[in-house]
């Protein structure tokens, strides 16, 4: 099946320091990519959604100075978080959309592993 | 009021039984609704879709959607403690952004 890789899957990072996520397709191309966040015990909520070699589409209410979004090629995009803070502390998880999925069928989205950041 | 509700638990279940997840939603406009499993500190895995109304079959698990209530389920028989896991569901109108709910805790018992 298709497989998505994050990098790292944990990674601690003190408070005003900014942290890169990567996000790759392994085995398929990926025009989309989707960016998003949990915290324990709560859903995944939707950060992004990430076009190759277009502006990211950022949800209402997310910063997109904090959240740096780059989707630089067919099988990586990357998230990094500036300036981090005790509270971007999370769970942060990206999904991938194959190039050759039906239109229309967002249900062919494969997610990564997650990376856990932890801002002390 | 959310777009999707689901109870968070945890829901505990011996080993053998039948385990009913469910889901409601207030959109009327969402066609296609997914069902995932997620294991601590892991990225989601798809187990079933179902497009608008009906009942779909793999296995162990059967999910079914009623649109008229904006209700979905998702049934697991012969419940292992290799199910225990959260289970989410997920749903959107066909374009490429998916709603999630909070997810149910399945703690299976052997």
């Known amino acids: 099946g298709a497989v998505v890789s994050q990098h790292p899957s944990w990674v601690i990072c003190k408070s005003g320091t900014s942290v890169k996520i990567e996000c790759r397709s392994l085995d398929f191309q990926a025009t989309t990519m989707f960016w998003y966040r949990q915290f324990p015990k709560q859903s995944l909520m939707l950060m992004a959604t990430s076009n190759e070699g277009s502006k990211a589409t950022y949800e209402q209410g997310v910063e997109k100075d904090k959240f740096l979004i780059n989707h630089a090629s067919l099988t990586l995009s990357t998230l990094t978080v500036t300036s981090a803070h005790p509270e971007d502390s999370s769970f942060y998880i990206c999904s991938a959309r194959d190039l050759n999925a039906t239109a229309g069928i967002s249900y062919e989205q494969y997610f990564g592993p997650g990376t856990r950041l932890t801002v002390t | ?110």
Not at chain 2, 35 to 44: E, V
Not at chain 2, 79 to 101: H, I
């Open chain 2, 1 to 110: 009021q959310k777009e999707v509700e689901q109870d968070p638990g945890p829901l505990s279940v011996p080993e053998g039984a039948i385990v009913s997840l469910n889901c409601t939603y207030s959109n009327s406009a969402f066609q296609y609704f997914m069902w995932y499993r997620q294991y601590s500190r892991k990225g989601p895995e798809l187990l079933m879709y179902t497009y608008s109304s009906g009942n779909k079959e793999d296995g162990r698990f059967t999910a079914q959607v009623d649109k008229s209530s904006k209700y979905i389920s998702l049934f697991i028989r012969d419940s292992q403690p290799s199910d225990s896991a959260t289970y989410l569901c997920a749903m959107n109108t066909g374009f490429q952004k998916l709603v999630f709910g909070t997810g149910t805790r399945l703690s299976g018992q052997s």
